[in-house]
């Protein structure tokens, strides 16, 4: 994907799973995020210590969605800025999850499968 449109495609994506209807597979309260919509932004600022990385600032966003009863979808995407001894790198991941879920008698038991991709890594950590 051209690097221009990677980020607008990410945008769009998550926006058109917001219109998924919220409580459709809600039906039972309990701990955890199995079965709600859930939303969430984590920012993070970090300082290292060496001569290999500076700085580094970004943020996670990512959406938990109830899709069917048992089955959650999840989409996250990550954007970082990274100094280095070289220059600069901005990483980029975007990732999909699905969950399948069901009641056990210890508990709910689930299986999770994460499809993802990450750009902008040349260079980190002393990689060529």
Avoid: C, K, Q
């Amino acid at each position: 994907m051209n690097r221009r449109l990677a980020s607008p495609a990410a945008v769009l994506t998550a926006g058109l799973l917001l219109l998924v209807p919220g409580r459709l597979a809600a039906f039972w309260p309990g701990p955890g995020l199995l079965g709600l919509r859930a939303y969430g932004l984590d920012p993070g600022i970090e300082h290292y210590y060496g001569n290999l990385l500076g700085d580094a600032f970004g943020a996670t966003a990512g959406v938990n969605l109830p899709v069917l009863p048992g089955f959650n979808a999840t989409l996250s995407y990550s954007a970082a800025h990274l100094t280095t001894s070289r220059g600069g790198r901005s990483p980029e991941m975007l990732s999909i999850s699905a969950v399948d879920y069901t009641d056990a008698s210890y508990g709910r038991s689930y299986v999770s499968v994460t499809v993802g991709h990450a750009w902008d890594l040349e260079g980190l950590m002393g990689g060529a």
